[in-house]
């Protein structure tokens, strides 16, 4: 089965777009001030179980993936100044210590790559039919449908994005399904009727950011709105004008200045739940139940401050 990895990727797009650049960790950015949250029109248990329901896209038929904090990530950033390269992939570092997940020494292999280009739809295209397999691998849960996948390449955005994952078992973090020239995955224990052992682990990011079209942001905006694509499989269809986060701000450059505390919070209870629900739908509805709480905890404690400056 023909495959590519980060570094082979990595490797070809240099050859592809000059001045690439990779990195990784260095120390955090400060922090910077978020625009006022937007008021919905409805309760706060709906409105998170509407923005967890609409915004979560994962691989057909499976429940939310994350990075797995026993392999961590590494980002590669290609294509932009060595400076701005080092910054971008320092704010996703950052995001992903808050995580909880360990980031790569410099020289680690990337799994995640963040691809600048002034020709989005090209770019995306040439990647995908110089090796297919390598976004959508032939095993169950890899992946979002094919047709996502044209709409990856063809589709007229700033930023695009496309996540790999793996259902894995959760103990031992080996593939628990079929992978292709290999026997059935050795499970020893299916758990209960309503809680399984597997869960999915995200393997790799492709985010790439079309130059031209990001016009208007602050660096910041953009490589925070870079970090929320990469740490969640977000639905880039779906319907949030409505709701204060950094998805927003190509639509709306003053509604945050960074990732918002509804991103963070969304982030934290997708990284903070346990979700062993059997049914995938169950796994999102625990990520907004995490996130409902840890809402409705904000509110309180700004209700709390309001009374004690009165």
Known sequence: MKTITFGIALALLTGLMPGTAAAQQTPPLEETTVEDIVVL?????????????????????????RWDERW??????????RDAAQTMADRISEVALDLNLTVGEPGCSPNVLIIATDDAPALATAMVER??????????????????????????SPVRWWHVSMPIIRDTGRPAVRLPGMGPPMINSWGSRLTTP????LLRAY??????QAEGLSFRQLADYVAMVTFAQIDPDAEISGFPTILNVFDNPNIAFGLTDWDQDYLEALYGSEMNQRHPSHQTGAVASLMFRERRQAEREADTDTLDAE
């Not at 397999?133 to 996502?148: D, I, K, T, V, W």
């Not at 597997?198 to 682990?201: G, L």
């Not at 985010?207 to 031209?212: K, N, R």
């Open 72 to 81: 961590g990530i590494c980002v590669g950033v290609v294509n932009l100044r």
């Open 207 to 212: 985010v790439i950011i079309d130059i031209d």
């Open 198 to 201: 597997i869960t999915s682990r």
């Open 131 to 156: 090796s297919p397999n390598a976004f959508r691998p032939r095993y169950s849960g890899a992946a979002r449908p094919a047709s996502q996948l044209e709409i990856f390449q063809t589709r007229d």
């Open 41 to 65: 029109g409805m309760p706060l248990r709906e409105q998170v179980e509407t923005f967890v329901d609409d915004v979560t896209a994962p691989a057909t038929g499976w429940g939310p993936a």
